[in-house]
């Protein structure tokens, strides 16, 4: 029996909350638009600084998906 094969995305989610919430905004995006989501990655991690505090968190992620 064969492994699997994996198709990988990159995807930028970003959110004014937290980084959890960016993670999660983009996986629930990538999930409307491909099947079989199977894991991902955190690539890149970075923010905007607006007045001495933290205004908004971005994540780059690589999700991989199985090919059916």
Same mark, same amino acid.
């Given at each position: 029996?064969?492994?699997h ?19 999660? /905004? %983009? +996986? !629930? ?11 991902? *990655? ?9 007045? /001495? %505090? +933290? !205004? ?6 690589k999700?991989?998906?199985?090919? *059916?």
């Amino acid at each position: 029996m064969p492994g699997h094969n994996y198709q990988l995305i990159e995807i930028a989610g970003s959110s004014t909350s937290s980084y959890d919430d960016a993670i999660r /905004g %983009a +996986i !629930a995006e990538a999930s409307t638009r491909h099947e079989h989501l199977d894991w991902w *990655e955190v690539k890149e991690m970075r923010g905007h600084i607006k007045d /001495g %505090a +933290i !205004a908004h968190y971005q994540v780059v992620l690589k999700i991989g998906f199985r090919l *059916e």
